[in-house]
């Protein structure tokens, strides 16, 4: 039997949990303020093994332009230092002694330029994925239709719903476009 219901909170979780996916992937574009989730991922190879720089020390923002890294272990400075250097994030790299300094050079218009493309293309492949979850959505509703698993009026209310979810996540989208946007070309 088909749930509407269920059906219905299932594809809004699905559309929220895609427009939090844009939140991550857009927090590695870098934009005039220094942010952890810049350096915090980035595979360091230390020991014989892949860390990320989280792994290996504390993160913290020095306003306006620097991010230190604390590294816990002496030994791993050097290496944690060539992986943001090889990251090519954009960060100027200085070691002394147990942290790096990494100071975040202001970006040119042609810079910001470019990544204000590139947040745009990140959005318009997040955008497609919500039309193509709606369009199965509403596959999935018309073959619950024609399977007479629920009536017209069911069929009809419960594209209804869909689309209202489609139309607030593309709302979300477009805040969090916006707001990226915004900082980018601070």
Do not use: C, H
Not at 24 to 37: A, C, F, H, M, T
Not at 107 to 130: F, G, M, P, W, Y
């Amino acid at each position: 039997m088909f749930e509407t219901e269920k059906f219905s909170k299932d594809f809004e979780i699905e559309l929220k949990s895609v427009a939090e996916k844009l939140k991550v992937d857009l927090k590695v574009i870098r934009s005039n303020r220094p942010s952890v989730e810049l350096v915090e991922g980035i595979k360091v190879n230390l020991y014989e093994q892949w860390l990320t720089i989280r792994e290996l020390g504390s993160i913290t923002l020095q306003p306006p332009r620097d991010i230190v890294i604390n590294v816990w272990d002496k030994n791993a400075v050097g290496a944690v230092a060539k992986a943001i250097e090889d990251a090519k994030i954009g960060l100027s790299v200085s070691n002394d002694g147990n942290s790096i300094r990494g100071s975040l050079p202001i970006l040119t218009d042609e810079r910001k330029a470019e990544l204000s493309k590139l947040v745009k293309k990140v959005v318009e492949d997040i955008r497609i994925q919500v039309r193509t979850r709606r369009d199965e959505a509403m596959k999935r509703v018309k073959a619950a239709e024609d399977e007479k698993e629920i009536n017209e009026d069911q069929e009809f209310k419960l594209k209804e719903k869909l689309q209202k979810a489609v139309e607030d996540a593309n709302a979300q989208i477009e805040g969090v476009l916006g707001a990226k946007l915004k900082e980018v070309n601070e």
